[in-house]
């Protein structure tokens, strides 16, 4: 009932998820795009609520609230040592997979955007925390990610919204070109880690399905910029067949697609040999963060 009542309040976010539904489905009818734009709101209001009654509980009150499958994708992959990068997406309650994943393989190292409003950053942090979990700012995070991976960890790096152009390529998301991310793809590259896909949604009984995996398959030819591109779309791809089965637990309100290629541009990398964009994680300001919509 909030979620819907935010939705009539909101209409210019309501607006662009519904655009961004008819673009990305548009065989789907008016009454779908509005209804899955109103179930969006929804989805995050209960979201919310979710986080903000987890915050103190036992970990393990949690975990009895969730269906895990795949884990044996991250326990075998970083059984291998070197740790392992894990793409993530803003679906479901990716929060709540989170501070659970730390209680079944260790602690996770999550690259993120400090949020706005100081006060309720620390209090995010202190929740991502909670379970031993280690939170890296995405300024300056390159030797922190690094560290991380050496020591064995997984680091999880949501990549599914928008960035400037000149940090990122253009993939194809729902058969548009999307600015994206390319830090897990030349992460993978450089440090020769598996890369183990990660997903927790909300079922209609109120549980949480975990999913980890399966790994993404890739080896390199040599051509890093190639090699980078087409990982990037490979993680992409994924993301996109998460989101067609869970349309209203995505965030829609992201302008995804706010970025335009130049006329005439395709995918974008970095030199031959270099990793594409580490100012995504080394340089101070917004440099590779994801845009606001």
Same mark, same amino acid.
């Given at each position: 009932?909030?979620?819907?009542?935010?939705?009539?309040? &909101?209409?210019?976010?309501?607006?662009? =998820?519904? &655009?961004?539904?008819?673009?990305?489905?548009?065989?789907?009818?008016?009454?779908?795009?509005?209804?899955? =734009?109103?179930?969006?709101?929804?989805h995050f209001a209960t979201v919310l609520l979710d986080i903000l009654w987890m915050e103190g509980r036992p970990v393990g009150e949690l975990l009895a609230l969730?269906?895990?499958?795949?884990?044996?994708?991250?326990?075998?992959?970083?059984?291998?040592?070197?740790?392992?990068?894990?793409?993530?997406?803003?679906?479901?309650?990716?929060?709540?997979?989170?501070?659970?994943?730390?209680?079944?393989?260790?602690?996770?190292?999550?690259?993120?955007?400090?949020?706005?409003?100081?006060?309720?950053?620390?209090?995010?942090?202190?929740?991502?925390?909670?379970?031993?979990?280690?939170?890296?700012?995405?300024?300056?995070?390159?030797?922190?990610?690094?560290?991380?991976?050496?020591?064995?960890?997984?680091?999880?790096?949501?990549?599914?919204?928008?960035?400037?152009?000149?940090?990122?390529?253009?993939?194809?998301?729902?058969?548009?070109?999307?600015?994206?991310?390319?830090? =897990?793809?030349?992460?993978?590259?450089?440090?020769?880690?598996?890369?183990?896909?990660?997903?927790?949604?909300?079922?209609?009984?109120?549980?949480?399905?975990?999913?980890?995996?399966?790994?993404?398959?890739?080896?390199?030819?040599?051509?890093?910029? &190639?090699?980078?591109?087409?990982?990037?779309?490979?993680?992409?791809?994924?993301?996109?067949?998460?989101?067609?089965?869970?349309?209203?637990?995505?965030?829609?309100?992201?302008?995804?697609?706010?970025?335009?290629?130049?006329?005439?541009?395709?995918?974008?990398?970095?030199?031959?040999?270099?990793?594409?964009?580490?100012? &995504?994680?080394?340089?101070?300001?917004?440099?590779?963060?994801?845009?606001?919509?």
């Amino acid at each position: 009932m909030l979620g819907r009542l935010w939705c009539a309040l &909101d209409a210019r976010h309501r607006a662009i =998820a519904a &655009d961004n539904l008819r673009r990305a489905f548009p065989e789907w009818d008016e009454e779908r795009v509005q209804a899955t =734009a109103r179930g969006v709101y929804a989805h995050f209001a209960t979201v919310l609520l979710d986080i903000l009654w987890m915050e103190g509980r036992p970990v393990g009150e949690l975990l009895a609230l969730a269906d895990v499958e795949g884990l044996e994708h991250m326990t075998a992959a970083l059984a291998r040592g070197g740790g392992l990068i894990s793409p993530l997406a803003h679906i479901g309650n990716w929060e709540f997979q989170g501070v659970a994943t730390a209680s079944l393989i260790g602690p996770v190292a999550v690259v993120a955007r400090p949020l706005d409003n100081p006060a309720l950053d620390r209090r995010l942090v202190s929740f991502r925390a909670s379970t031993g979990n280690i939170v890296i700012y995405k300024q300056r995070a390159l030797p922190q990610v690094l560290q991380n991976l050496h020591a064995g960890r997984a680091v999880g790096i949501v990549v599914d919204q928008n960035v400037q152009a000149k940090d990122g390529i253009f993939v194809q998301f729902f058969g548009r070109p999307a600015s994206t991310t390319t830090v =897990a793809a030349a992460l993978a590259l450089k440090t020769g880690c598996p890369i183990v896909p990660a997903r927790c949604v909300l079922r209609g009984d109120g549980r949480y399905r975990m999913v980890y995996g399966p790994p993404v398959e890739w080896s390199g030819s040599g051509r890093r910029g &190639d090699d980078v591109a087409r990982l990037t779309q490979d993680i992409a791809s994924i993301i996109e067949g998460w989101v067609r089965e869970t349309p209203e637990q995505w965030l829609w309100l992201h302008r995804r697609w706010k970025t335009c290629p130049s006329r005439g541009a395709g995918v974008v990398v970095g030199a031959e040999g270099s990793l594409p964009v580490p100012s &995504d994680l080394s340089e101070p300001g917004q440099k590779g963060v994801p845009q606001d919509d």
